[in-house]
């Protein structure tokens, strides 16, 4: 059973830094690319970051570029997402996701979320 | 970036009717190689995360009802469930995969009249 395991949200001041991990289970974590994609309150769906399986290709939304940077463990199947910098518009649940196909492939699994407070 | 814009914005649709849900893309999604469209629609229900219903415009995930159907092409897509029931009342999305930059329509969120 595939299962994706995000942590390491919480409340932080703006300007500060935080960072997420997601660790992912049941599948060949070394073979397929990842993602983060949050979601303020009340709002709808944003991508962050993604990053390919071996770790050699990054993206990042232009919202986060300069501040956010994904990165990834293969031996520990377990993704990263450090985020420095933040701002009150950051403020959301942040999911790691797995596409189906590399990047170009539909979201099949999601984690449950991390929640990020940024709040003075 | 490819900008994704869903209508309506919210719908109510009494139980047993057809509800229908619009994407439209700001450029194509078809990858002509494969004519296939890099698109999917998921479903969303407070506090969840998103689910998967359909991939690439029209493909079914395992599982999910025959009631929900995908159709489109290019830069219109539609999502549509045949007759509504209690438990379909969430938020949809539609989504482009064609770039690794992935980008999602705003939401429609669905309930019962």
């Known amino acids: 059973e595939v299962q994706l395991l995000e942590s390491g949200g919480g409340l932080v001041q703006p300007g500060g830094s935080l960072r997420l991990s997601c660790a992912a289970s049941?599948?060949?974590?070394?073979?397929?690319?990842m993602s983060w994609v949050r979601q303020a309150p009340g709002k709808g769906l944003q991508w962050v970051s993604a990053?390919?399986?071996?770790?050699?290709?990054?993206y990042h939304a232009d919202s986060v570029k300069g501040r956010f940077t994904i990165s990834r463990d293969n031996s520990k199947s377990t993704l990263y997402l450090q985020m420095n910098s933040l701002r009150d518009e950051d403020t959301a649940v942040y999911y790691c996701?797995?596409?189906?196909?590399?990047?170009?492939?539909?979201?099949?699994?999601w984690g449950q979320g991390t929640l990020v407070t940024v709040s003075s | 970036d490819i900008v994704m814009t869903q209508s309506p914005d919210s719908l109510a649709v009494s139980l047993g009717e057809r509800a229908t849900i619009n994407c439209k893309s700001s450029?194509?999604?078809?990858?002509?190689?494969?004519?296939?469209?890099?698109l999917a629609w998921y479903q969303q229900k407070p506090g969840q995360p998103p689910k998967l219903l359909i991939s690439?415009?029209?493909t079914r995930k395992s599982g999910v009802p025959d009631r929900f159907s995908g159709s489109g092409s290019g830069t219109d897509f539609t999502l549509t469930i045949s007759s509504l029931q209690a438990e379909d009342v969430a938020v949809y999305y539609c989504?482009?995969?064609?770039?690794?930059?992935?980008?999602f329509g705003q939401g429609t969120k669905v309930e019962i009249k």
């Open positions: 996701a797995k596409p189906s196909w590399a990047l170009l492939g539909p979201v099949d699994y």
């Open positions: 049941g599948f060949t974590f070394d073979s397929s690319a």
């Open positions: 990053i390919s399986d071996g770790g050699g290709s990054t």
């Open positions: 450029q194509s999604v078809l990858y002509s190689s494969n004519n296939k469209n890099y």
């Open positions: 690439w415009a029209s």
């Open positions: 989504q482009q995969y064609y770039t690794p930059t992935w980008t």
